[in-house]
């Protein structure tokens, strides 16, 4: 059974409906990344972190959008949401194939899935967004996926106003 969405969110907020098929991550017991790389060897596709996202690959691997909503900081995710992104490791395999030109991680899931990011901030700058839309962009491509649409506003609260 594939989700709907997979929500990662630093406030709780989404512009748009949620199923009961759908997943958020909104908060929990998370703990960071350990760069152990155990999701590759030891329990190959599972983080070897025993936490409320040591799923996390699975959870990509039946989605077929990630939407991410975060505050803006220089362009890049809140700790929060880069905290849950970097546990996605187990969603990649660890060997190589080129692809676009470039190295990157062999696929271990077959699903397609797109990345669209809602970002909020009082002082994003322009040079803030073109960084966070090559951020997602980079993201889509490392993780096979679709890179979406990316969208600004100045307060949080906003973004929950486009359900």
Same mark, same amino acid.
């Given at each position: 059974?594939?989700?709907? @969405?997979?929500?990662?969110?630093?406030?709780?907020?989404?512009?748009?409906?949620?199923?009961?098929?759908?997943?958020?991550?909104?908060?929990?017991?998370?703990?960071?990344?350990?760069?152990?790389?155990?999701?590759?060897?030891?329990?190959?596709?599972?983080?070897?972190?025993?936490?409320?996202?040591?799923?996390?690959?699975?959870?990509?691997?039946?989605?077929?959008?990630?939407?991410?909503?975060?505050?803006?900081?220089?362009?890049?995710?809140?700790?929060?949401? #880069?905290?849950?992104?970097?546990?996605?490791?187990?969603?990649?395999?660890?060997?190589?194939?080129?692809?676009?030109? @470039?190295?990157?991680?062999?696929?271990?899931?077959?699903? $397609?899935?797109?990345?669209?990011?809602?970002?909020?901030?009082?002082?994003?700058?322009? #040079?803030? #967004?073109?960084?966070?839309? @090559?951020?997602?962009?980079?993201?889509?491509?490392?993780? $096979?996926? #679709?890179?979406? $649409?990316?969208?600004?506003? @100045?307060e949080a609260w906003k973004i929950g106003g486009l359900a």
């Amino acid at each position: 059974m594939y989700f709907m @969405k997979l929500i990662i969110t630093d406030i709780g907020m989404y512009p748009g409906r949620i199923s009961k098929d759908d997943c958020v991550i909104s908060s929990g017991n998370i703990n960071p990344c350990r760069g152990c790389f155990g999701c590759w060897t030891r329990t190959p596709g599972a983080c070897v972190i025993n936490d409320d996202i040591s799923d996390m690959g699975a959870l990509l691997s039946r989605c077929d959008e990630l939407v991410i909503v975060s505050r803006c900081y220089y362009g890049s995710y809140s700790p929060f949401v #880069k905290c849950v992104l970097e546990r996605c490791l187990p969603y990649v395999h660890p060997d190589f194939e080129i692809r676009n030109g @470039k190295m990157r991680h062999k696929r271990r899931y077959t699903n $397609s899935f797109e990345i669209n990011a809602y970002f909020y901030g009082e002082d994003i700058t322009e #040079k803030d #967004k073109e960084t966070a839309v @090559k951020l997602i962009r980079a993201n889509a491509e490392n993780l $096979s996926a #679709k890179a979406g $649409s990316v969208t600004f506003f @100045k307060e949080a609260w906003k973004i929950g106003g486009l359900a």
